[in-house]
């Protein structure tokens, strides 16, 4: 079989399971036989090994049930380095990138930095690779825990991991920068979000109470505790919180600014210690 005929198949099967993206076709395809996505069509008349097409088919009937393509890899991309995941961390999201690039301004190879809620490593494992600051990342997920040290020995950074409730593991550490993309979705919200994330993504990482406000609350509390003088907070926040965070921050935070993302929704929390 040619690959354009496996990718007409991976399609039409995927169509039939309501996928509909025919870049999720490319995608697979791509993925599996470890070559550029835009180099599905370049080679399109190449003939796929036997091992290679049971292999894309085995992905497919996998992606059929809605399994979101990195978990099916083992692989998601962030920030130009390699994550492996698996359903104990959430994917990492393209506007966290956005999160990360406003952060890494604010952050010096000197800087002592805090990610809270560190899930795969995304954030903790790009600033220390970006940065080469002192970064310490904490999860109140031990499996979690797991996946981020063994994503930061593979892009070859170190990173102090804690299992910690938001700050209880931390005693009287100080940071110059804290960044958290905590949990933000409301249950309500939840019973919405598309299979991929709800019946595949770990809930502990999506929802929390009180609105979805119920950590952010927890960190801007006790944030002035664990920040160094000039100390800065950068968080992402769902489309519809900036208004709530920046009431949150006003007691113990001034330049508050919140920022939107490449779609235009209010993503990302920018602030510092008065
Ligand atoms: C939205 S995910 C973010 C993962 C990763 N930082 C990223 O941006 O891709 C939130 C993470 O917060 C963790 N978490 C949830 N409640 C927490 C708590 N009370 N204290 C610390 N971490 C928590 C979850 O286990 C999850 O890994």
Same mark, same amino acid.
């Given at each position: ?7 007409? $198949?991976?399609? *039409? ?41 049971? $292999? ?11 399994? +979101?393509? %990195?978990?099916?890899?083992?692989? %998601? ?8 995941? &698996?359903?104990?961390?959430?994917? !990492? ?18 800087? $002592? ?40 020995? &593979? &892009?070859?950074? &170190?990173?102090?991991?804690? *299992? ?9 550490? #100080? ?6 993309? !905590? +949990? ?20 502990? %990482? ?31 926040? /769902?489309?519809?919180? /900036? ?15 919140? #920022?939107?993302?490449? *779609?235009?929704?209010?993503?990302? %929390? ?5």
């Amino acid at each position: 079989m040619k690959i354009k005929e496996m990718l007409e $198949k991976v399609k *039409q099967e995927l169509e039939s399971a309501h996928i509909t993206d025919s870049a999720e076709a490319e995608w697979l395809v791509a993925l599996t036989l470890d070559i550029k996505r835009s180099d599905v069509y370049a080679l399109a008349n190449k003939e796929l090994t036997i091992s290679q097409q049971k $292999k894309i088919v085995a992905y497919l009937k996998k992606r059929k049930k809605h399994i +979101p393509l %990195a978990y099916i890899i083992g692989n %998601a991309e962030f920030f130009g380095l390699s994550f492996f995941v &698996n359903k104990d961390v959430l994917i !990492p999201r393209p506007e966290t990138e956005e999160v990360v690039s406003e952060a890494l301004k604010q952050i010096k190879p000197t800087s $002592k930095v805090l990610d809270i809620g560190t899930g795969s490593g995304a954030i903790a494992v790009t600033v220390a690779k970006k940065k080469g600051a002192y970064v310490t990342a904490v999860d109140i997920s031990k499996r979690a825990l797991k996946i981020a040290r063994k994503n930061a020995k &593979n &892009n070859q950074v &170190n990173v102090d991991f804690l *299992q910690s409730n938001v700050f209880s593991a931390l005693n009287n550490r #100080k940071f110059d920068v804290i960044i958290s993309n !905590p +949990p933000y979705i409301s249950e309500k919200e939840y019973q919405s979000l598309m299979p991929e994330v709800k019946d595949y993504e770990p809930k502990l %990482a999506l929802v929390t109470e009180d609105d979805g406000l119920k950590i952010y609350k927890q960190i801007i509390k006790d944030a002035p505790k664990y920040l160094n003088k000039n100390g800065k907070i950068v968080l992402e926040i /769902g489309y519809n919180q /900036g208004e709530a965070i920046k009431n949150l921050l006003k007691q113990d935070f001034k330049d508050i600014e919140i #920022k939107s993302d490449l *779609q235009g929704n209010d993503r990302i %929390a920018l602030a510092s210690l008065k």
